[in-house]
DNA sequence: CTCAAACTTAAAGTTAAGTTAAACTTAAAT
DNA sequence: ATTTAAGTTTAACTTAACTTTAAGTTTGAG
């Protein structure tokens, strides 16, 4: 079990961020890391999952406050069946959203692909 | 063979986006449209199909200049061998980063599914 | 203890991608 | 011919997502 913790430039370097952009997310209330007794951030492995999370979905197209949304669902915990039964929903909303998204990169990738044959084409014909 | 020509008004609500964004397009260097007598934008079938791989490439995530890059290389007609080559090796950069996207994309899927899989358990859970 | 490196906050600045507004012109319908 | 809907340009405004700067604080090495 590791328990490793983070300074916030270490795990900015990591992520391959700027660690403005990591107190970014926090003030955006995306994450919230313990503190030092003098107040500097201490990130837990909890954190950094959290944080590859939200570079995933940021990569993925979501913006910050859809990813916060998200994580809000993720996290808590709904005894209520009708909380339960919204959050549920909300899960079944974005894999439509994403199973979209799939068609549209094939759509892209049929573009490019014909795009290559062209330039490959006509460099055989150069090459006659 | 469809010649339809469209205003900006008919071409923005065809494509459900407002005329200044076209605009903006335009004024970016995206498309060209011809012009009436009196000033007025005139788009073709091309200048339509154009505007959609513009949206396409947003949807997906190129941001407008790398769109202006893409639709730059795929209009060019390079006859020079140099030209051609660097035209395929850029269509492969951008198919790989494609590729990229789709594993990035079933890695959100399964965190999602997992999230939803959570809910279906607990709401079980709440009816025994 | 001292000093530099790394940290803190708060506020201002930046960039991309539009949107909105003002002032004017063109086209279409009666 | 007149009115009105749609179009034009230019410039200012907006929002998201950061980045940069300034001024001060904490930490770790020597």
Chains 1, 2 share one sequence.
Do not use: C, V
């Amino acid at each position: 079990m590791k328990k490793k913790k983070y300074s916030i430039s270490e795990l900015a370097s990591e992520l391959e961020i700027s660690p403005s952009s990591i107190r970014f997310y926090e003030e955006k209330g995306l994450i919230n890391p313990e503190r030092t007794k003098g107040n500097q951030r201490i990130y837990s492995m909890r954190d950094r999952a959290r944080l590859k999370l939200i570079l995933r979905g940021k990569r993925f197209g979501f913006s910050l406050s859809e990813i916060s949304e998200m994580i809000g669902f993720a996290n808590s915990e709904p005894e209520e069946k009708h909380q339960l039964e919204r959050s549920l929903e909300y899960s079944e909303k974005k894999l439509s959203e994403i199973a979209q998204r799939k068609e549209e990169l094939e759509l892209i990738e049929k573009d490019l692909l014909e795009m290559k044959e062209k330039f490959i084409k006509r460099l055989q014909k150069l090459k006659e």
